[in-house]
């Protein structure tokens, strides 16, 4: 792919919340996690919902819209939302509006990537960004409207019905080659089905959004996967690859999770494929 020489990266900071310690590191335990996350004292720990905005002439592609702000308060209870909580108004801080975007593209549907594509009005739901075309992928769709009971709970209709509605929503064909010059496309299914990881190539760089592949660089070392994965193993194995190319070819790695580390580089060593570098986007950019 030739890189896009007028093609800019705005990194849209949609807030932080939490999630439990354990949870987030599976098998590893806490008295090894809690030095590189401390927990607070109902053993949640801190995490970002950072997403993407890719600006190439009138197209404007924002990647994840973090967790959005329609439930009630019983369920922003147990997230303990903090920071900037509305898409929208992350994208106004950046110098856009919500009707600028003219691709949201979902990762997946969890609803701590999705749930700000939809807002409430009144009794009904509408789209944050009601001129933007909503990408997701067919398998994906079909998993997360049909969810299994251990997913249920993060496929939340009110976050993924309305895209269909709207006749808004598109599919990628994970078969052929990215809709869209601006980046391709890796797909991941240990963490949910047909997770989509955009990879940008920017400046002769590759930028990879990682999304639930990669949550923070607490999850560099190849078994630190999430407890919420449906199929570890397969992790495993995605991480194995994905990450000794990035070391191999020093992609940039975006950290949609990570409280701290915007972005961070990974190097071969003895013992596997560890953190070499972090930095902000703007570092690079
Ligand atoms: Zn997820």
Sequence with gaps: MRPLSNMK???????????DGGAMFGVVPKSIWQKSNPPDENNLCEWA??????????????????????????????????????IAKALNVAGFSAHDITDMFLTHLHFDHCGGGVVRNGEKFDLTFRNARYW?????????????ARERASFMSENIAPMEESGNLNFVDLDKLSPFGEFTIFTASGHTDKMMIPMIRYKERTICFMADLLPSVGHIPLPYIMGYDTRPLITLEEKERFLGEAADQQYILFLEHDPVNECCTVKRTEKGVRLDQTFQLRDIL
């Design 9 to 19: 990266l705005h990194v849209i900071n949609a807030g932080f919340f939490k999630l």
């Design 49 to 86: 919902m950072r997403c993407l905005l890719i600006e190439n002439g009138q197209k404007r592609i924002l990647i994840d819209n973090g967790i959005g702000d329609k439930q009630d308060e019983k369920f922003f209870r147990h997230y303990y939302l903090h920071g900037e909580t509305n």
């Design 136 to 148: 997701s992928n067919a398998d994906h769709w079909k998993w997360a409207t049909h969810p299994n």
